[in-house]
């Protein structure tokens, strides 16, 4: 995994990280006390961020550690690169949807009939649009629109990141598996226009292959399907 994307991906699976962000990269420092009030965020949401950022060598303290008041802070080179990949995917239309609103209702059904305790959420992503379905409406309330906006197409969007286990004749990569803070992702390519992403638990004990099998089997169905309507 390249560093600019590991941060990337860093900032967009927080709202807080991902909008203390954008304020420092709109103006080019800040203090934690001014971004709370100019973003409406809770300061010690707005220090907390900062605080994981400077972590991650995403953000900098831009003067001396001793300093106890007039703490500013800005984004590293780092910091930079990686927020500019960020906005760069922030232009996908997503809708969150119910079972029915998915475009491939079985494919659900049987993901939850499989993996249903691990499962976290499923997203039927193409090049301008992705529906996405929550397990639950608890996991719903975790993330805003534009995090989601920014996950589901930084994670298209990006090149494959490790070797994958697996290829098809072709030499594609079959799937490719992402690691967030809370969650694996599972992004597995449906045809060259539809990319299926699957999220679990972070302690998903059941094959990913087995997992893959199933989305390939029913979605290239659902694909030809609609290909020769």
């Not at 860093?10 to 962000?21: D, K």
């Not at 001014?34 to 900062?50: G, K, M, Y």
């Not at 690169?81 to 494919?107: C, K, M, T, W």
């Not at 969007?157 to 004749?169: G, K």
Request: glycine content about 6%; overall charge negative.
């Amino acid at each position: 995994m390249t560093e600019t994307w590991d941060s990337a991906g860093y900032i967009a699976s927080s709202r807080y990280r991902l909008t203390v962000c954008d304020y420092l990269a709109e103006h080019g420092s800040g203090l934690p006390s001014r971004i709370a009030a100019e973003t409406d965020l809770a300061q010690p949401h707005v220090s907390r961020a900062l605080s994981e950022l400077r972590e991650q060598g995403i953000a900098e303290l831009l003067v001396p550690e001793s300093q106890q008041k007039g703490r500013l802070y800005g984004l590293t080179d780092l910091g930079e690169l990686a927020y500019e990949r960020v906005a760069l995917d922030q232009r996908i239309e997503l809708s969150v949807v119910d079972s029915d609103g998915f475009p491939d209702s079985s494919l659900l059904a049987e993901l939850e009939a499989q993996h249903g305790g691990d499962l976290r959420a499923v997203a039927w992503v193409e090049p301008t649009k992705a529906w996405i379905h929550f397990s639950s409406s608890a996991l719903l309330d975790e993330y805003d629109e534009e995090t989601l906006k920014t996950i589901v197409s930084t994670l298209v969007n990006e090149e494959p990141l490790t070797e994958s286990l697996e290829d098809l004749p072709a030499g594609q990569p079959e799937y490719v598996v992402f690691g967030l803070e809370e969650a694996l992702v599972v992004r597995i390519p449906a045809d060259d226009d539809v990319n299926i992403l699957i999220s679990v638990d972070r302690s998903f004990d059941t094959g990913v292959e087995s997992l893959t099998e199933t989305c390939l089997k029913l979605t290239r169905a659902s694909v030809l399907d609609t290909e020769m309507d």
